[in-house]
C-alpha cells in the first residue's frame, strides 16, 4: 500500500486491539490492523473516509466512526441482495470506510478469520444496494486506485484509477482547516473565518 500512497501524514491510532475485538466480539481484520499503525483514521483525497475504530454503542460524538457507520448499515441490510449474508440471525456487517458519495464500505463477518471477511458496499446510487467483492480492505482499495473492476464499486469516481491517491490524517485535516487552509490545496480557506446559520 505504501508503494501507491504514501504514509507520510500518517499517526498510529494506538488502539487497544484485545479490548476492541472483546467490544465487538470479533477479531479485526489484520490489514486493517496494519493501517490503523501506518496512517491511522482519515481521508483519502478529500473522497474517502477511513472511519475511526470504535467501540459498539453509537453516541453523539460517534458520527465519523466505526459505531456509527455500522449502526447506519445495519439498518439497510439486505440479505436478499448480497448472498453470503443469507441465513443469518446477527447483522453480518462491520464498517470500516465511508464514500464521498455517501457509500457505506464494511466487511461480511460470517467467516471466523478476519482475514477471510469480504468487503460489502452500501451503495448510495449505484446499481446494487449491496454488492459484495471477494477481498479484503486493503486490496479493495488498490483495485480501486488501479481501476480494476469492471465497474466503480463507489458512485463517486474520485479515487477509480487514481494513480496517486493522498492520504490525510484526520488530525493533519483538523489543523489545516483550523489555521484557515485547505488540507487537499494547500491555499487559504476561502470560508475561513464564516459563520453559518443553518437554522434557516
Known sequence: MKQIMSAESGADEGIDWAKLSAAWETSLPSDYMAFMTDYGAGEISGAFSIVC???PGVTP???????HETANARELWQPA???SGAGTGKVPVI??????GADIVCWLTENSDPDQWPVAVLGRHTKALWKTYECGMVEFL?????AEFDESPLSDDTLLGNASPQFLNYREIDRCWGAGVDPWTG?????AGFEFDLRD
Not at 61 to 67: K, L, R, T
Request: with cysteine; glycine share 6%; aromatic share 10%.
Open 81 to 83: 441482495s448480497a448472498p
Open 61 to 67: 460524538s460517534d458520527v465519523s466512526g466505526m459505531a
Open 53 to 55: 475504530p470504535q467501540k
Open 187 to 191: 491555499e487559504p480557506d476561502p470560508f
Open 142 to 146: 488498490c483495485r480501486l486506485f488501479h
Open 95 to 100: 464498517a470500516w470506510g465511508v464514500s464521498a
